[in-house]
Nanobody, 121 residues
Framework: VQLQASGGGLVQAGGSLRLSCAASGRALNSFSNSVMGWFRQAPGKERGFVAGIRWSRGVANYADSVKGRFTISRDIAKDTMYLEMNSLKPEDTAVYYC????????????WGQGTQVTVSS
C-alpha cells in the first residue's frame, strides 16, 4: 500500500484546511479490519495520533485536542481519506502524516510522506 498525503499549507488561526490521503496498490477494502489514521509531529515533539477511521464501517476516533474541530472521513470508491480541520490553532502546526493499519491492530506499517500545516496567530 502506498499513501500520498496532500492539502497542507499556511492558514491563519481560526481558519480551515482539508487534508487528503490517497492510497494506491492493494485496495484498503481488501483488508477486512483496516484502519486509516492521521498523525502529526511538531518541531521538537514526538509524532502523535490525531484521528483514525475504521475503513469498512467508517467508525472514527479522535485525540482529545482535536475533538469537535477536526473530522476524519473516507471515500471507499476512491481509496482516499480526508481530514477536515476547522478552528485551527497555532498549536496545530505540524507535519501531518497519514498511515494505514491493514489488520486493525494499531500497528501502522504504511506511511505517507507528510504534509506541512502551519497556523499563524
Amino acid at each position: 500500500v502506498q499513501l500520498q498525503a496532500s492539502g497542507g499549507g499556511l492558514v491563519q488561526a481560526g481558519g480551515s484546511l482539508r487534508l487528503s490521503c490517497a492510497a494506491s496498490g492493494r485496495a484498503l477494502n481488501s483488508f477486512s479490519n483496516s484502519v486509516m489514521g492521521w498523525f502529526r509531529q511538531a518541531p521538537g515533539k514526538e509524532r502523535g495520533f490525531v484521528a483514525g477511521i475504521r475503513w469498512s464501517r467508517g467508525v472514527a476516533n479522535y485525540a482529545d485536542s482535536v475533538k469537535g474541530r477536526f473530522t476524519i472521513s473516507r471515500d471507499i470508491a476512491k481509496d482516499t481519506m480526508y481530514l477536515e480541520m476547522n478552528s485551527l490553532k497555532p498549536e496545530d502546526t505540524a507535519v501531518y502524516y497519514c498511515a494505514a493499519d491493514p489488520d486493525g491492530n494499531s500497528v501502522y506499517p504504511f506511511w505517507g510522506q507528510g504534509t506541512q500545516v502551519t497556523v499563524s496567530s
